[in-house]
Each structure stands twice: as structure tokens, then as C-alpha cells.
């Protein structure tokens, strides 16, 4: 089993819907997520950043943690066409040091 | 955000020639950069931790001598494909986490370099 799993879609929806992308894990040591969208040819740009359980919401983006089921999310509410693109999530231990791991990245296209 | 720079965007070569990839934080500086390999339709695979002033660390797997590392300054790391072959070809990424106090805990990205080995 790969330390975090992320389906790579395509996932395929009309501008103004609401999107939900989600990773699981397998390491409950993990205690930092992020959330990173990057378009194509180019490097990721980090959108969500949480530490441990809970919400954090910014703008039309919302990103959930539940430690207990290993299962964090990203909503994107009122989604435009600007949002296509790939959305990778990431996470890391809590010991200084470190890398992220990376899910696969899941490809994301909204539709005028 | 944080802004991290690489330069070049985009590099072809000949297989057996070496390329040199430059990483830079312009507007902090970092104790740390990250080195990664991307291939079409991938995650991000970590190649090595840089720290600035010491060696760097290479993921299993990753030839040190194939992919040298240098972390001369606390704003720019390298990262030199010696003796490129057409398998090298691949999207490199590198990334710098910030210092304490703004979120020190994640990692910025720079644009990447698009490596072709012809």
C-alpha cells in the first residue's frame, strides 16, 4: 500500500459546481497537509496548508483533515474554468527534516 | 507567497553532455531546498534534500554521482545531470522551505526545468 493514495481522475465538471478532491494515508504519524495545484508545465503552488484535525477555509477553498479515518479533502466551491488543473495533496511527519509525499495528483477540468 | 526561481525553464542536449539546473529563493532564504523529478501524467518523486553547507541527501535509488547537488548559499542550490542520457528526460522541480515563523512547515515551488536528452 503506497503511504498516500489519490485518484487521478480526469474528474470533469460545469463551472459553478462544487468539486471534491480527497487523499487517504496510511501514516498516522503524518501531522502537516497541504494541498498544491500546479497547471500544466509548470511547478505546484501550495493553496492549503493544516496542521492536524479539523477545517481551514479560504476563499472558495475549503480543506478538511480527519485524522482518525486518514482522509483529508479539498472542496472548491462555485468552481470556475480557471480551477482546471491538477491538484496534488501532500503531508509529512512532525520531526524537522523531513519531505512531503506526494499523492499521484488529480486532474481537475471545469467547463464554461 | 514565497517565490522560488529556476533557471532554465527549459534545456535540450545531447546524451553524454552535463546540465546544470539553478534553484533560487528570492525573497527568503532557506536552510533547506528539494530536488524532484516529475514524469508526464506523475506525482512528484523526491530526488534529494539540500542543505545549505553540507552534503546533500539522495533518495534511494537516486545516483549521487549522477545527479550532483550543491547548496552553496542559503538563496540558490543546483542540481547538475552529468553525462545525460535520453532516460533523464523528465520535468525537475525544486523546492525551498521557508524559515521559522512563515510556514515553515511546507515547501514552495519553484517553476520547473524541462529537460530533453536527445
Known amino acids: 500500500q503506497k503511504e498516500v493514495e489519490q485518484d487521478p481522475g480526469p474528474l470533469s465538471v460545469p463551472e459553478g459546481a462544487i468539486v471534491s478532491l480527497n487523499c487517504t494515508y496510511s501514516n498516522s504519524a503524518f501531522q502537516y497537509f497541504m494541498w498544491y495545484r500546479q497547471y500544466s508545465r509548470k511547478g505546484p503552488e501550495l493553496l492549503m496548508y493544516t496542521y492536524s484535525s479539523g477545517n481551514k477555509e479560504d476563499g472558495r477553498f475549503t480543506a478538511q483533515v480527519d485524522k482518525s479515518s486518514k482522509y483529508i479533502s479539498l472542496f472548491i466551491r462555485d468552481s470556475q474554468p480557471s480551477d482546471s488543473a491538477t491538484y496534488l495533496c501532500a503531508m509529512r511527519r512532525n520531526q524537522a527534516g523531513t519531505a512531503l509525499i506526494f499523492g499521484k495528483g488529480t486532474t481537475l477540468s471545469v467547463s464554461s | 507567497g514565497a517565490v522560488v526561481s529556476q533557471h532554465p525553464s527549459w534545456v535540450i542536449c545531447k546524451s553524454g553532455t552535463s546540465v546544470k539546473i539553478e534553484c533560487r529563493s528570492l525573497?527568503?532564504?532557506?536552510?533547506?531546498m528539494f530536488w524532484y523529478r516529475q514524469f508526464p501524467k506523475q506525482s512528484l518523486m523526491l530526488m534529494a534534500t539540500s542543505n545549505e553547507g553540507s552534503k546533500a541527501t539522495y533518495e534511494q535509488g537516486v545516483e549521487k554521482d549522477k545527479f550532483l547537488i550543491n547548496h552553496a548559499s542559503l538563496t540558490l542550490s543546483t542540481l547538475t545531470v552529468t553525462s545525460a542520457h535520453p532516460e533523464d528526460s523528465s520535468f525537475y522541480i525544486c523546492?525551498?522551505?521557508?524559515?521559522?515563523?512563515?510556514?515553515?512547515?511546507?515547501?514552495?515551488f519553484g517553476p520547473g526545468t524541462r529537460l530533453l536528452v536527445l
Open positions: 525573497d527568503f532564504q532557506a536552510t533547506t
Open positions: 523546492s525551498a522551505r521557508p524559515p521559522s515563523g512563515r510556514n515553515q512547515e511546507t515547501q514552495y
